[in-house]
């Protein structure tokens, strides 16, 4: 069954729901000054009873949401277009950033002639919250806490695409299954957590850490030069083997091989160089550097 409410029931049912949700509802005239505002409206930090002249809609907005807001409303006062729910940020009384979904919709009059627009805010600062973690889950190792190989594949094929230049070394731990099946699977994490935070301070703030699978890890070094590559690359290497890790009464050694190509042709051409310098830097001894082949630096 249906539910018909005279006009004064629908003015007390619109109080009702204003006066009871954080929603902030709000009336606009043609031109998008505010006539009428649900109390939520205070979080913004105005107070629409106390302002001789009320703010325009667009007021209430971050100037980076402004125009689209402005589309929304001419869209509602114009007739034009179907009404959709948009995301908007605002910068409430406490100063902080705030972030809402909006929706415009017009008010007609007996004639049906618009007069005017009704806009509804509702808070959405939990659900981008879950977004934002949900997306850093995506892209982020859970252990080191570093980007994982999906972000790594995606940021290299940005740099090749935009022809940033630069280098990529590729670090694979040394003897990394026989820690773990010699120490356990708790030690063998412990170890890629030192080797990790050492790179976090032996790289510049630009490089690009991550681990792209079991114990290898890669650092994409942007518009640096093969030789200043290699040279940051040997210390990480001559660092990282003078630490040792406890373990019980004993300790051992951390060691790590490398292999650094230029970043240039494509993603996978770079990838390739790479992992070939880095197999030569196993078969030559480990715990070492190895640069792909002269002739690729020419």
Request: charged share 25%; glycine share 8%.
């Amino acid at each position: 069954m249906g539910m018909n409410f005279t006009p004064q029931e629908s003015s007390a049912l619109y109080g009702l729901l204003a006066e009871s949700t954080s929603d902030i509802i709000l009336k606009t005239d043609r031109e998008g000054f505010i006539l009428h505002a649900s109390p939520a409206m205070e979080r913004l930090g105005i107070l629409l009873p106390s302002m001789l002249i009320g703010p325009h809609i667009l007021d209430l907005v971050h100037s980076s949401c402004v125009a689209e807001v402005k589309a929304e409303h001419d869209a509602a006062i114009t007739g034009g277009g179907r009404p959709k729910w948009i995301e908007v940020s605002a910068v409430t009384a406490d100063r902080r950033k705030r972030w809402f979904e909006m929706q415009v919709r017009s008010l007609t009059d007996g004639r049906g002639d618009i007069y005017g627009a009704l806009s509804i805010m509702r808070n959405i600062d939990e659900r981008r919250a879950l977004e934002e973690r949900l997306f850093a889950a995506e892209l982020t190792d859970s252990l080191t806490g570093l980007t994982n190989r999906k972000a790594f594949i995606t940021m290299l094929q940005h740099l090749v695409n935009e022809r940033i230049g630069g280098c990529l070394a590729l670090f694979d731990i040394d003897y990394f299954q026989a820690i773990n099946m010699q120490y356990g699977q708790s030690v063998g994490d412990k170890v890629l957590v030192v080797f990790s935070d050492l790179l976090r301070t032996m790289t510049r703030q630009d490089d690009i850490i991550s681990r792209i699978g079991g114990e290898c890890l890669g650092i994409l070094l942007p518009r640096i030069t093969p030789d200043e590559a290699e040279a940051v690359c040997q210390r990480i290497i001559a660092t990282l083997s003078e630490l040792r890790r406890d373990v019980g009464a004993g300790s051992f050694a951390i060691t790590a091989s490398a292999g650094v190509s230029r970043i240039n042709d494509s993603l996978d051409d770079t990838i390739k160089r790479a992992e070939l310098a880095l197999f030569l830097a196993k078969a030559k001894g480990r715990n070492r550097l190895e640069m792909e082949s002269a002739s690729h630096f020419e």
